[in-house]
């Protein structure tokens, strides 16, 4: 443990700075003004920082001159001193490592009359996301709406309960139910999955529930269901909303009493697995038009949990570039240039982060150097729309409905030239960092002297 020494003899915050290294998880104390008064050895194994005590704790985690909160972040330390009660969010944190996901965790230390007087302020790190490209972590980003989700994901994770996942195609729902079962207490058991979409009813019961032999014609030898390999882990239904109408009562059965037969066996089996379901339609509204059972859509909506598309993430667009051009290139290194970024940032991606993950895949095809310019991104979204024809399924949000039409019906409207498109994604930028213009350079990747140039600010701003 280690305390910072403050004037006169005695360190009222002492004995609670010793409670710190009972924490298995790097732990700190921070005053009620935010400073950090002590940290524990497992804090200073991974984070590596000294002189953290003594300092704000928005300046070291965040690099902020202000706390959280007036940073247009959640400020757990501000919500716990409001609520008295333990506060837990989920923030970016800088370590020598580069910025990472951690989950925290304040818990107040209440004074003689009961008033918060210390916290002590637990990080835990979140395994399953990486906030930079290199990270080695499949799922990356981290603005705040990413954030959000990802909290979310930790918290379910811990827990044993139905989750249904809700996104469009391509946003990442495959990967968040395998970091789901990835994070949870059924990890060394597997995690098997269904795709629900194209079967026909005889198919889905013998792939689920397996079959034994001689079962129908063709059935030459048992089968075994997926339920059955499922047992002990997680069994992840993609596409639940084109499970036929007629299965959907097996399912439920399956769901409500973990049994189950095998095709042509009168055998009564039990499978105790975790359940999680995704996908991309509007499962509300098939109930209310009869075409999705109300019973099965409460028992798999336990947990709703519902991923952001790329177009509200659009901050996170250099992070999972840079990211997916690592994988799409493993051991060659491609740079993506401010230009490149604003050319996507102009696009409205249907098809979330795999139609991202062909872009990039298309333009280092095309590309003669290892450095991907704006052109380069043109040109790969014109293989795909050669006729500039819309994507059929494009369904922008608000800020992106100007560039792209979002009914399929509407006329198309070209996207703007590469400058408006360049000024919008940095304004965007601004908005969600809160203005902070030398965050907003880094994630563009330019200068701050650029950006002020882009963004039509007068250099004089530079000096304040
Ligand atoms: N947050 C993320 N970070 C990095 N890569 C991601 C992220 N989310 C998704 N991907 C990548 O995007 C691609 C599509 O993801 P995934 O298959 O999980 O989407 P999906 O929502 O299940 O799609 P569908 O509904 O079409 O099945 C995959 O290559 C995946 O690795």
């Not at 915050?13 to 290294?21: N, R």
């Not at 059955?228 to 399956?254: N, W, Y």
């Not at 290139?329 to 230009?339: F, N």
């Amino acid at each position: 443990m280690s305390v910072i020494a403050t004037d006169g003899p005695s360190l009222p915050h002492q004995p609670m700075a010793y409670m710190l290294e009972g924490y298995d998880c790097p732990a700190i104390l921070v005053s009620r003004d935010y400073q950090i008064l002590a940290t524990n050895q497992r804090y200073r194994q991974l984070f590596g920082d000294a002189e953290a005590e003594g300092q704000h704790c928005y300046r070291v985690s965040h690099g902020y001159s202000i706390p959280c909160d007036q940073a247009g972040e959640d400020c757990p330390l501000g919500a716990a001193v409001q609520s008295g009660h333990k506060e837990r969010v989920l923030h970016v944190h800088q370590t020598p490592r580069g910025p990472e996901h951690v989950d925290v965790e304040l818990i107040p230390i209440p004074d003689d009359q009961g008033q918060p007087q210390f916290f002590v302020e637990l990080m835990r790190a979140v395994p399953m996301a990486g906030a930079r490209a290199g990270s080695g972590k499949s799922l990356v980003g981290e603005t705040p709406v990413f954030n959000q989700m990802l909290a979310k994901v930790a918290r379910v994770s811990a827990s044993d309960a139905a989750v249904l996942l809700l996104g469009e195609s391509g946003s990442g729902k495959e990967l968040v139910a395998s970091a789901i079962h990835q994070a949870s207490l059924r990890k060394d058991k597997a995690l098997v999955t269904l795709e629900c979409a194209g079967l026909t009813d005889t198919l889905f019961e013998s792939e689920l529930f397996g079959h034994v032999r001689g079962a129908f014609t063709g059935a030459s030898s048992r089968r075994t269901g997926l339920v059955e390999l499922a047992d002990g882990g997680t069994l992840f239904l993609d596409e639940i909303g084109d499970v036929p109408l007629s299965m959907q009562v097996k399912l439920l059965r399956l769901i409500e009493t973990g049994t189950y037969r095998a095709v042509g066996s009168s055998q009564l089996r039990h499978s105790d697995f975790r359940l999680v379901c995704a996908t991309h339609k509007n499962l509300k509204r098939m109930v209310e038009s009869g075409e999705f059972r109300r019973d099965l859509y409460y028992r798999i909506n336990v947990f709703p949990l519902r991923l952001p598309a790329l177009r509200e993430r659009l901050a996170d667009l250099p992070l999972l570039a840079k990211s997916l051009l690592q994988r799409i290139s493993p051991g060659k290194e491609i740079h993506i240039t401010g230009s490149a970024v604003a050319e996507l940032s102009g696009y409205a991606f249907p098809g979330n982060i795999r139609e991202l993950r062909n872009i990039l895949n298309r333009a280092v095809i095309l590309s003669d150097t290892n450095v991907l310019e704006g052109q380069d991104i043109q040109q790969a979204l014109e293989i795909d729309w050669p006729d500039s024809a819309p994507p059929p399924e494009a369904l922008p949000s608000e800020p992106l409905k100007q560039l792209n039409s979002s009914a399929p019906s509407e006329a198309w409207e070209a996207p703007p030239d590469l400058k408006t498109a360049e000024r919008n994604y940095l304004q965007q930028l601004m908005a969600q960092y809160q203005g902070d213009k030398e965050r907003v350079a880094k994630v563009a990747g330019i200068s701050l002297r650029s950006l002020y140039r882009k963004l039509n600010h007068k250099l004089v701003e530079l000096s304040k």
